[in-house]
């Protein structure tokens, strides 16, 4: 494997890990249960602990096998809390149990918060798992969305999961707690940003992208959201304090700081090609937002009752996924940025004639956060030193990235 310099000794596998595919909330941009695949329909509202049992040895095998030394499990759902406490501790212990004699286990949780009390904080600080809590902003943009099945918002009861949350962290139970919030049409940027860390002090957060693809995104709303982008990053800017970490800024920034950019670069789409999901029948699929795009990457037919990590690897969808990843599409070819960007992120990608190779629906956006950055860091750093560097980016992306199996 030609570039894998750095990358291998902190190599890990991504698991996304359906333990729950019910919801206690009903968020209309959900694309677990509203982007087409229905598969949550017919499978188990929960992972049974056999199903647990054989996920675990199907990631320590394959991690052995692979020579992979950390995996590393998000515990989702639909909501992953309403497996009920009992399962819950049964799985995690499960897969404590069946991986950690193989590779290093991380495991971290993402709630919606509702049915969160000191009991689940416990069994967190216990199993030794992290939580991140989803939240879109202050009450009138949370509740516009996040609401239950009777239409109700969700925002009080989040904000004191929160509270309960940062308690238990500054009492040492439990990690740093992390947020997550979606971006909506027609927010501030300003405002969400100053109240998920001014009002609420949730000083690691991230904001997540419509998971859209050409065949299904909005002009409308990709225009939207390259304003909110830059709105966000001034904030950022303009707070100038190295704590609060915003996830995706930091990933655009990094790159043009460091000279292991480029292989910052190529950790990028190794954690891409070495993401997969596990939906709680036990079936493995690519990164979970790729099930909605077609049936072939809904049900791969691979089982962990039935196949290896290896196997499914080998598989010319997942080969075929590797390729693409590893290669900007054509029309990025001329980009100045495409050794940090690469095209984006696969579903943004995704049209059905020409499959990935289209640049990201996002890409305007991206070109606007490189250049302001860019533009940024002229104040303090030589800015040849920033060009040299992305030149050499550059070229690495188009002509020497490719990933052998
Ligand atoms: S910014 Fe746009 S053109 Fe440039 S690499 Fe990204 S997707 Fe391609």
Excluded at 15 to 30: A, D, R, T
Excluded at 102 to 124: R, S
Excluded at 259 to 268: E, H, K, P, S
């Amino acid at each position: 494997m030609r570039l894998m310099t750095t990358r291998m000794e902190s190599r890990k596998l991504f698991v996304s890990f359906k333990m729950s595919e019910v919801c206690n909330l009903e968020c209309p941009y959900c694309y677990f249960f509203f982007n087409g695949d229905e598969s949550h329909k017919s499978n188990p509202a929960s992972m049974s602990v056999a199903t647990a049992e054989r996920a675990g040895k199907f990631l320590a095998e394959g991690a052995r096998a692979l020579e992979i030394p950390t995996v590393s499990v998000a515990l989702h759902g639909g909501e992953p809390l309403m497996v009920g406490k009992k399962r819950f501790r049964e799985i995690a212990e499960t897969l404590i149990r069946t991986i950690t004699p193989h590779a290093t286990l991380q495991m971290g949780v993402q709630t919606n918060g509702v049915l969160l009390d000191e009991e689940w904080i416990k069994l967190f600080s216990e199993l030794n798992i992290s939580v991140g809590i989803s939240i879109d902003g202050p009450k009138h943009v949370n509740d516009s969305v996040r609401i239950d099945k009777k239409k109700r918002g969700s925002y009080d009861r989040i904000v004191k999961a929160i509270a309960l949350l940062q308690k238990s962290h500054k009492e040492g139970l439990i990690g740093e707690p992390g947020a997550l919030a979606v971006i909506l049409p027609g927010t501030s940027a300003k405002e969400i940003y100053n109240h998920i860390v001014h009002d609420l002090g949730l000083w690691k957060f991230d904001f997540m992208l419509p998971k859209d693809s050409w065949e299904n995104y909005s002009p409308d709303m990709t225009d939207f959201i390259e304003g909110f982008s830059l709105e966000l990053l001034e904030c950022w800017l303009e707070d100038d304090n190295p704590q609060i970490n915003i996830r995706t800024m930091k990933n655009f920034f990094a790159p043009f700081l460091t000279d292991f950019g480029v292989d910052m670069r190529i950790n990028y789409i190794v954690d891409l090609i070495e993401t997969i999901t596990i939906r709680s029948n036990g079936d493995v699929s690519p990164d979970d937002s790729l099930p909605s795009i077609s049936e072939e990457y809904r049900h791969t037919g691979c089982n962990v009752a039935t196949s290896t990590l290896k196997e499914f690897y080998s598989n010319p969808l997942w080969t075929d996924l590797r390729r693409t990843v590893s290669t900007p599409p054509e029309a990025c070819a001329k980009c100045e940025w495409v050794g940090y960007c690469g095209g984006g992120e696969l579903i943004t990608r995704y049209s059905k004639s020409k499959k990935f190779n289209n640049p990201t629906i996002y890409c305007s956006r991206n070109k606007a956060l490189y250049s302001r950055i860019r533009q940024y860091l002229s104040t303090y750093i030589d800015l040849k030193e920033v060009d040299e560097r992305t030149r050499r980016s550059n070229e690495l992306a188009l002509n020497e990235l490719v990933l052998d199996s």
